[in-house]
């Protein structure tokens, strides 16, 4: 399907609202939205995304409804493909702490966990179904298996109230290792 062929959806900017707002609100991206071709009018009047007024007139595309396929030809969690790509640790910055003697004695509080859900595109702005991810909390690997999103491109993760750095590394379920793969953000 080609962008001219992607359904839009009309939404008229209102005060306070931004594009990354929008985006999310209506279960897009920012580059889906802002280089559509149905919005080069308004991208020549205003020259950035972070430009926006009152009255503005977004074209938002509207992928079609991604269906994941039936149950049982899903392949089970433990069946997930394998990591392919080159293991990257320079942009973790894991916590680190030592403890000021020999014993510590530290008092551990259950601490607060959210759920968030995640969803992965490529770099066009279409969902990845089934893609292959890994997500890191605070430099550390949360989801240890081989994780794949679901059949829309979604994956669930429960994260600390008290986070201060998410990673994530993701890539299309049946593409060989290439220059470029994973997405990492």
Known sequence: MSAEDVP?????????????????EHDSTVSAIWNHMANAPLRSQRGSPDVLYPGDVL?????????????ATMPPPDVAPPWPYEHEKSWIQSPT??????????ERHAE????????????????L?????????????????????????????????????LFLEWAPPDVPPARGLPYRK
Do not use: M
Not at 8 to 24: F, H, P
Not at 97 to 106: D, R
Not at 112 to 127: A, K
């Open 59 to 71: 074209h938002i595309p509207r992928e079609p409804a991604i269906t994941p396929p039936p149950q």
């Open 112 to 127: 607060v966990r959210y759920e968030h859900t995640i969803t992965f595109h490529d770099l066009d702005g279409h969902r």
């Open 129 to 165: 179904p089934n893609a292959r991810c890994r997500v890191y909390e605070n430099g550390k690997l949360i989801t240890p298996k081989p994780t794949q999103t679901d059949g829309a491109g979604r994956l669930t993760v429960t994260l600390r109230a008290s986070s201060t750095s």
């Open 97 to 106: 702490w030592a403890c000021p003697s020999e014993t510590c004695q530290c």
């Open 8 to 24: 839009t959806e009309t939404y008229v900017v209102r005060a306070g609202d931004w594009l990354a707002k929008i985006a999310e």
